[in-house]
Nanobody, 115 residues
Framework: QVKVVESGGGLVQPGGSLTLSCLVT????????MGWYRQAPGNQRELVATIQSSGLKIYPEAVKGRFTISRHNANNTLLLQMNDLKPEDTGVYYC?????????WGQGTQVTVSS
């Protein structure tokens, strides 16, 4: 079963940048589709980026042009580069398979965008 551990969150000012990491075990990252998800207080968890095994990347409009998903196959690590962060990007960020598997959620990493 795929297991994940997210890291890299923190407090950043609007317009700042962060890079999140997700260490994946239980499968080879380059052979599976993965996604980054986030959950803001009071909201449902939402998808913010996906990467297919082919390398195809898809983003929702809310983050397109600001977020970049990538993977480091040698380290089996999924990354999310986030630029020009906005207060509405605040939330707990998770990685998981895409589509997600209930048993593969990690603890998430908190991202807070505030001045």
């Amino acid at each position: 079963q795929v297991k994940v551990v997210e890291s890299g969150g923190g407090l950043v000012q609007p317009g700042g940048s962060l890079t999140l990491s997700c260490l994946v075990t239980g499968s080879t990252l380059g052979f599976i589709a993965m996604g980054w998800y986030r959950q803001a207080p009071g909201n449902q968890r939402e998808l913010v980026a996906t990467i297919q095994s082919s390398g195809l990347k898809i983003y929702p409009e809310a983050v397109k042009g600001r977020f970049t998903i990538s993977r480091h196959n040698a380290n089996n690590t999924l990354l999310l580069q986030m630029n020009d962060l906005k207060p509405e990007d605040t939330g707990v960020y998770y990685c998981n398979l895409y589509p997600f598997r209930t048993g593969s959620w990690g603890q998430g990493t908190q991202v807070t965008v505030s001045s």
